[in-house]
């Protein structure tokens, strides 16, 4: 059975976020390359986890965010993101790295680990000071118009 696509910027609230985001900054093709350079080589899209997979990583990586961060231990929760961003033998599960992402900045509210997360995922040129307050303020609005 083939894997179906996952299309980031469209495909999760997050991606969708950070689409309207840089669409108004004038720099969605900015935001759109940054996405791609996570494709290997070859490759034209990415795909869904499969359930089972999705569902324990985003059962085993929260708790493990929230320990890091009740320590102040920024780089480790760098470290375990870079893990997912890059991962050794498989290709990247971007499902799940937007999904982890979104619960860090909603279940974790720190601003500057979300930030960090954010570079890391796009690069420092594309995240600035105002980046994760606009993200929060827009994901608040668009969860409040859906209730």
């Known amino acids: 059975m083939q894997p179906y696509p996952f299309f980031p910027l ?3 609230l997050l991606g ?3 689409s309207e985001i840089y669409s ?3 720099k969605l093709q900015n935001l759109q390359s940054a996405m791609q350079m996570y494709l290997k080589e070859g490759k034209t899209s990415f795909y869904f986890t499969p359930r089972t997979d999705k569902s324990t990583d985003l059962t085993i990586l929260p708790p493990v965010f929230r320990k890091y961060h009740s320590e102040n231990n920024l780089e480790a929760i760098k470290s375990k ?3 997912l961003l890059h991962p050794p033998s498989k290709d990247i599960r971007m499902d799940v790295v937007l999904e982890l992402l979104e619960w860090v900045l909603t279940g974790l509210a720190s601003i500057e680990v979300s ?3 954010l570079k890391l ?3 420092d040129d594309l995240v600035d000071s105002e980046t994760i307050p606009m993200v929060i303020e827009k994901y608040e609005k668009m969860v409040t ?3």
């Open 145 to 147: 118009a859906e209730l």
């Open 16 to 18: 969708q976020i950070l």
């Open 115 to 117: 930030q960090e997360l």
């Open 81 to 83: 993101f870079g893990e």
């Open 121 to 123: 995922l796009l690069g």
């Open 24 to 26: 108004e900054k004038g």
């Open 10 to 12: 469209e495909d999760s």
